[in-house]
T-cell receptor
Framework: KAGVTQTPRYLIKTRGQQVTLSCSPI?????VSWYQQTPGQGLQFLFE???????NKGNFPGRFSGRQFSNSRSEMNVSTLELGDSALYLC?????????????FGAGSRLTVL | GQQVMQIPQYQHVQEGEDFTTYCNSS?????IQWYKQRPGGHPVFLIQ?????EVKKQKRLTFQFGEAKKNSSLHITATQTTDVGTYFC?????????????FGKGTKLSVIP
C-alpha cells in the first residue's frame, strides 16, 4: 500500500508569510502527527490528529496550527514565518494494534524561510 | 514526559568496524523505539523494545533494553557503507488515546570505505 505522502517537498518563503503543508496518511490510518526537525533542536513533536480532532499538541507557539479532514488527510499551517521556522516538517501516520506501535514517516516538507 | 539522552553525537568508523549508540534516561522507560534516517531522508522505524533486558537482532543490528529500563543500545557489527545515517532512539508516549514520540538527538554514523 502507498506510504505517507507529503506535499510540497520543498518550498521557500520569506519572513512574515504563511505556509500550508499537506499530508496524506497510509490508507486506513486515522492518526496523523507532525514533527519539526532542525539541526539544533532535533525532532520535536508538533501535534497529533485523530478523526479530525487534535488530541495532543507540543510546545510550539500558536502560529503553528493544523487540521485533519474526514478522509484523514492533514494540513499544518505556519503563519507569520520566522527565520527559525526553517526546518524539515515530517508527518507520521500511526498504526497501532497487537504488534509494535509504529509511526511511519513521510519524506517531509523542507521549508526555507528567507 | 520521558526524556532520553543519546550518545555519541557523531561516530566515524572504518568499514568493517563495529558501532554502538547509547540511549539513557533518568527515569524508567515504558518502551524504546529505534529509527534510522539516511542522509536527505526521513526516519524509518527499526524496532521497538518493551521488556526489561530485552535483546532483539536484525541481521547485523543488535538492540538491547536495559534491565532497569533506563537505557538502551543499538550495536552494528561489521559496518557497511549502507549503514550511514543518523540513528535515533525514541520513547512512544500514549495517553488519552494520543501517541507522541520523544526523540533523542541522534547519533550520526559515518562509514569510511
Amino acid at each position: 500500500k502507498a506510504g505517507v505522502t507529503q506535499t510540497p517537498r520543498y518550498l521557500i518563503k520569506t519572513r512574515g508569510q504563511q505556509v500550508t503543508l499537506s499530508c496524506s496518511p497510509i490508507s486506513g490510518h486515522r492518526s496523523v502527527s507532525w514533527y519539526q526537525q532542525t539541526p539544533g533542536q532535533g525532532l520535536q513533536f508538533l501535534f497529533e490528529y485523530f478523526s479530525e480532532t487534535q488530541r495532543n499538541k507540543g510546545n510550539f507557539p500558536g502560529r503553528f496550527s493544523g487540521r485533519q479532514f474526514s478522509n484523514s488527510r492533514s494540513e499544518m499551517n505556519v503563519s507569520t514565518l520566522e527565520l527559525g521556522d526553517s526546518a524539515l516538517y515530517l508527518c507520521a501516520s500511526f498504526s497501532g494494534g497487537s504488534g509494535a506501535n509504529v509511526l511511519t514517516f513521510g519524506a517531509g516538507s523542507r521549508l526555507t524561510v528567507l | 514526559g520521558q526524556q532520553v539522552m543519546q550518545i555519541p553525537q557523531y561516530q566515524h568508523v572504518q568499514e568493517g568496524e563495529d558501532f554502538t549508540t547509547y540511549c539513557n534516561s533518568s527515569t524508567t522507560l515504558s518502551n524504546i523505539q529505534w529509527y534510522k534516517q539516511r542522509p536527505g531522508g526521513h526516519p524509518v522505524f527499526l524496532i521497538q523494545l518493551v521488556k526489561s533486558g530485552e535483546v532483539k537482532k536484525q541481521k547485523r543490528l543488535t538492540f538491547q533494553f536495559g534491565e532497569a529500563k533506563k537505557n538502551s543500545s543499538l550495536h552494528i557489527t561489521a559496518t557497511q557503507t549502507t549503514d550511514v545515517g543518523t540513528y535515533f532512539c525514541a520513547v512512544l508516549h500514549s495517553g488519552a488515546g494520543s501517541y507522541q514520540l520523544t526523540f533523542g538527538k541522534g547519533t550520526k554514523l559515518s562509514v569510511i570505505p
